[in-house]
């Protein structure tokens, strides 16, 4: 189900075909949530940004059960009326064991705030599930595609690359310091070095804009402190050093339960 909040982050136009398309998405498989990621979740979108919809899905029981593997549509890229859309979706189950070991991506997808749709009351009762799962394993994580995209930085200088170096390590720093994931770099001064407003004055004016080899120079090394805190974040970390056998109780036997009702649900 396509919801009616949060659309104000992307144009009208984008709106209308985001909907269109999610809409056609959604008579394909059941969404447990449609979020919205990329530089509308980071804080810095330009006119130009792709709409980057990720998503997770329930696959039917009977599937899950049966010899066929049950396998994810793949990450697609499509031009439609002149907005690029991105979208992928992950099932739950895979989802939920990634979130154990710490994958950034999952947990962004059922703790970000930009969820477009999706089934409401299951995201509600997955949310505290997921938080219970959260560790220091999620600096694995951030420090490590924080780190990857240093190298797409160092490749082809940018606002953008360095916004993403910036806001991955920014977010895992909070979520290590304070258990609370939030994926808006505006809304994590206390993890961004002097000067981020510049980046993202640049990056709004679009997708593309490059650096000048004297700003990218005086960039990098901030950009590699930002990494290193990352590391220096787990060891003070209020997060555990893994999820607890409860918490992952907990995830287990819930999951048990979404699947028993999705497959009574289809079996009526």
């Keep these: 189900m396509i919801w009616d909040d949060r659309w104000d982050v992307v144009t009208p136009h984008q709106a209308a075909v985001a909907r269109a398309y999610l809409g056609e998405q959604d008579r394909r498989r059941r969404h447990l949530v449609i979020y919205l990621s990329g530089a509308h979740a980071y804080g810095f979108p330009s006119p130009d940004s792709d709409l980057d919809l ?4 329930l696959a039917p029981t009977g599937d899950l059960v049966g ?7 793949g990450d697609g890229v499509e031009i439609i ?4 859309v991105d979208y992928g979706s992950n099932e739950l189950g895979p989802v939920l064991r990634g979130c154990i070991k710490g994958n950034g991506n999952y947990l962004e997808r059922l703790l970000g705030e930009l969820a477009l749709g999706g089934d409401r009351e299951l995201l509600a009762e997955a949310r505290p599930i997921v938080t219970a799962l959260l560790s220091r394993r999620v600096a694995r994580h951030y420090g490590g595609f924080a ?19 910036l806001r991955t390590a920014a ?3 909070h979520l290590l310091a304070t ?6 770099l505006r809304r994590l001064p206390a993890y961004a070095p002097p000067g981020v407003d510049q980046l993202m004055t640049i990056k709004q004016r679009g997708e593309r804009e490059p650096l000048t080899p004297a700003d990218a120079a005086a960039w990098r090394d901030r950009l590699v402190a930002a990494i290193a805190a990352v590391d220096v974040a787990a060891t003070d970390s209020v997060l555990p050093d893994e999820p607890t056998a409860t918490a992952i109780t907990a995830a287990d036997h819930w999951l ?12 009526t």
């Design 179 to 184: 258990g609370e994931l939030v994926t808006d």
């Design 81 to 84: 009326d002149g907005v690029e």
């Design 147 to 165: 780190a990857s995209q240093l190298r797409a930085f160092d490749e082809r200088p940018s606002a953008k690359r360095a916004l993403y170096v």
């Design 256 to 267: 048990r339960r979404v699947r028993r009702a999705y497959f009574d649900r289809a079996a």
């Design 54 to 57: 990720k998503c997770v899905h």
């Design 67 to 73: 010899l066929a593997p049950v396998d994810d549509p």
């Design 171 to 173: 977010t895992g720093r």
